[in-house]
């Protein structure tokens, strides 16, 4: 018979382990997985995944006008003046929250294609830093590196002729990771995708002194309809022409996040993160087998938003859901995680 040659074009099954047999562990009537489950303290010791305020990192967005307005698609998420700002954060330091991340919401009036108010030392964003490290010094302060906000086509990147512009939009990125750090953030969050922009932050951020900020990278970002409720909190949903499809990733792959996230550890992140969440724990689990490295999750406005719709019409249990997402995230691999209910879940973890 003639030997089977193997077909090039098929692309290759990777083997896996053999299931461990359940024989080998026992079996029923001898085992009864309900046995320790029966007991509140047993299923307390056995438990794998636990969440703690020490995994948070809670997203807030910042506004140039004083007091506090509320974001329609997000039930309370406040957007904070800076009269505000330091309060709030005060109390969720108070609930053993260990860092933020900011999220500016910027006046259509200083939206610009060249988005040169990404790089304003004196941009709001930059105030808000320079305020809470007085304030707070203790509290982690993460920042966005996108040009998004600042961008009258609510793009992250530079465009010409509707095409977003990698290499020149990495010059303004750096700009910006600049007079973040000058001000004083603990971490810059690249949250554009362009591709080479991590080593490019990395490497200015050294040449001016800052060798110790950190970058955490948005490393695998999907082009998600999760999130819709953000664009409406920082104002970037109205002027958004088109999609983002050419720069974040496709909903359909988690190969190539893992290429994303090899890429960005070459070129000096620190931290990587994955987003959105929820619909994404595989990529989570992937990325964490893979690298062991500091793994973030983003549990997005949108996954808030479905959560807060169905407790608000008493179809969840607001607690209960909350708390269960979150623990999702650990069991997954994640060592931290995002989420606008951080402030919400300190505070049931510190009741018990
Ligand atoms: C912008 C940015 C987005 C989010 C964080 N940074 C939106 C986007 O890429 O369009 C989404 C966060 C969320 O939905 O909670 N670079």
Same mark, same amino acid.
């Given at each position: 018979?003639?030997?089977?040659?193997?077909?090039?074009?098929?692309?290759?099954?990777?083997?896996?382990?053999?299931?461990?047999?359940?024989?080998?562990?026992?079996?029923?009537?001898?085992?009864?997985?309900?046995?320790?489950?029966?007991?509140?303290?047993?299923?307390?010791?056995?438990?794998?995944?636990?969440?703690?305020?020490?995994?948070?990192?809670?997203?807030?967005?910042?506004?140039?006008?004083?007091?506090?307005?509320?974001?329609?698609?997000?039930?309370?998420?406040?957007?904070?003046?800076?009269?505000?700002?330091?309060?709030?954060?005060?109390?969720?330091?108070?609930?053993?929250?260990?860092?933020?991340?900011?999220?500016?919401?910027?006046?259509?009036?200083?939206?610009?294609?060249?988005?040169?108010?990404?790089h304003?030392?004196?941009?709001?964003?930059?105030?808000?830093?320079?305020?809470?490290?007085?304030?707070?010094?203790?509290?982690?302060?993460?920042?966005?590196v996108?040009?998004?906000?600042?961008?009258?086509?609510?793009?992250?990147?530079?465009?010409?002729?509707?095409?977003?512009?990698?290499?020149?939009t990495i010059e303004v990125l750096i700009r910006q990771a600049l007079v973040?750090a000058?001000?004083?953030?603990?971490?810059v969050?690249p949250?554009?995708?362009?591709?080479?922009r991590?080593?490019a932050i990395r490497g200015a951020l050294?040449g001016a002194?800052?060798?110790?900020?950190?970058?955490?990278?948005?490393?695998?970002?999907?082009?998600?309809?999760?999130?819709?409720?953000?664009?409406?909190?920082?104002?970037?949903?109205?002027?958004?022409?088109?999609?983002?499809?050419?720069?974040?990733?496709?909903? !359909?792959?988690?190969?190539? #996040?893992?290429? &994303? @996230? =090899?890429?960005? +550890?070459?070129? $000096?992140?620190?931290?990587?993160?994955?987003?959105?969440?929820?619909?994404?724990?595989?990529?989570?689990?992937?990325?964490?087998?893979?690298?062991?490295?500091?793994?973030?999750?983003?549990?997005?406005?949108?996954?808030?938003?479905?959560?807060?719709?169905?407790?608000?019409?008493?179809?969840?249990?607001?607690?209960?859901?909350?708390?269960?997402?979150?623990?999702?995230?650990?069991?997954?691999?994640?060592? !931290?995680?995002?989420?606008? #209910?951080?402030? &919400? @879940? =300190?505070?049931? +973890?510190?009741? $018990?």
């Open positions: 018979m003639a030997e089977t040659k193997a077909n090039p074009f098929l692309r290759s099954v990777p083997e896996r382990a053999a299931p461990r047999l359940p024989e080998a562990l026992g079996a029923y009537p001898q085992v009864r997985m309900r046995r320790n489950r029966s007991d509140a303290w047993s299923r307390r010791l056995v438990a794998e995944a636990r969440l703690s305020a020490d995994d948070l990192i809670w997203p807030l967005f910042v506004q140039e006008d004083s007091g506090e307005s509320a974001v329609a698609s997000m039930p309370g998420v406040k957007r904070y003046g800076l009269d505000r700002l330091v309060d709030a954060v005060g109390e969720v330091a108070e609930l053993g929250v260990p860092a933020l991340a900011l999220f500016p919401y910027i006046d259509d009036s200083l939206k610009t294609a060249d988005c040169a108010e990404a304003n030392p004196e941009n709001l964003v930059c105030r808000a830093i320079r305020a809470l490290k007085a304030a707070l010094p203790e509290m982690g302060v993460l920042v966005d996108a040009l998004d906000p600042y961008n009258s086509l609510g793009h992250d990147g530079l465009v010409e002729d509707g095409r977003i512009l990698n290499d020149e973040h000058e001000a004083g953030c603990d971490l969050g949250s554009d995708m362009m591709d080479g991590i080593g050294d002194g800052f060798q110790d900020v950190k970058i955490c990278a948005y490393s695998a970002k999907y082009a998600s309809a999760f999130y819709g409720p953000f664009r409406d909190a920082v104002g970037s949903g109205g002027a958004l022409a088109g999609d983002k499809k050419t720069y974040q990733m496709d909903p !359909a792959n988690s190969d190539e #996040a893992l290429r &994303e @996230v =090899a890429l960005d +550890l070459q070129e $000096g992140a620190d931290l990587v993160m994955i987003k959105p969440g929820l619909p994404y724990l595989d990529v989570i689990r992937r990325v964490k087998e893979t690298f062991g490295v500091p793994t973030v999750a983003y549990q997005v406005s949108g996954e808030y938003a479905m959560m807060k719709a169905a407790a608000a019409n008493g179809w969840l249990d607001n607690d209960k859901v909350l708390m269960e997402s979150l623990v999702a995230f650990k069991r997954a691999g994640a060592d !931290a995680v995002l989420s606008y #209910a951080a402030p &919400e @879940v =300190a505070g049931l +973890l510190k009741a $018990g």
